[in-house]
């Protein structure tokens, strides 16, 4: 089969290649891609910025039909259509195993990076990661489940917003995007912050109902905070640029006692005025990726058109168009990305 393959560790090194159809083990299943996004973590793994094991294929956000289960499958049989997601393995016995939060097992290894993932025409991956997608939800809905599932998980799941919230997002990519909408559904009232390249997704994020969007090259964003918040700042900020100079803001801009929640993840360690934490009496929330509940949500809200995720989707290219994808996908001339191994 044809497949995208990070073939050494380092800048670049990224070839369309053959590549050996994979094999269900006995309790994966083999799907068909139907559609795989292209997500910021690529992004990190291409300029060699994430750990990856080469030569392996890239894509983590994927949905497809089935067609083999391994022996041990019970709950899916060839035809299903699935959306999957990571960690593909774990150990299954730490406490966080046991617990139900596989993304905090220190033994995870996932598709997309450490072993083989979704921007091929086929991939295997664990029934268990494996969620049926219900007939009104599309393929293309489905192939942003992951970064809803992100979303889902960082408001309803790591904090708290209530109706009458005042929250701030910096960072309008996809899960910015997709966080304000999440907020939203939960009655706040949400700004969202981002900078001169982010002129399409800022516009994205208003035609999608943020109340306020902020491109803080023209405005101060922390002005507009005060503005609406009689000067106290925002009770919830999500944190999803995974830049320094955002996180600076956000510091700024929560109110005191308030809540503030890194989703973004910065290229290693930085420099940030961490007396903030202490001298507002912030909580600071980490989120990282999703637990199951945060899956059942997004399967639910996509099924019952509370989430369009299609709207975010600018891009649909075949997978030998790999390099406009991620060229797009970092110079702010698309919004989401998703690569359609069936596309000619
Ligand atoms: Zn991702
Ligand atoms: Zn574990």
Redesign the pocket.
Known sequence: MKAIVKTKEGQGFVEFKDWPEPVPEPDEVKLKVSHAGVCGTDIHIIKGEWPCRPPVVLGHEFCGTAVEVGAQVRSFKPGDRIVASNPAR?????????AGN?F?????ISAGYMIDGAFAEYISIRAERCHRLPDNVSFRQASLGEPLSVAVHAVMERSTVHAGDLVLVSGPGCVGILTMLVAKMEGAKVLVVGTAKDQLRLACAKSLGADVVVDASKEDPLEIVRQQSQGEGADVVYECAGVVPSLDKCWEAVRRGGTLVPVGIYPGKIDTDFNKVTMKELQVSGSFGYVWTSWQRCIRLLSDGKVKTEALISHELPLDRFEDAFRWSQDGSAIKVVLNPMMA
């Open positions: 774990t150990c299954g016995n730490c406490l966080n195993c046991r596989p905090m097992c220190s033994r995870r």
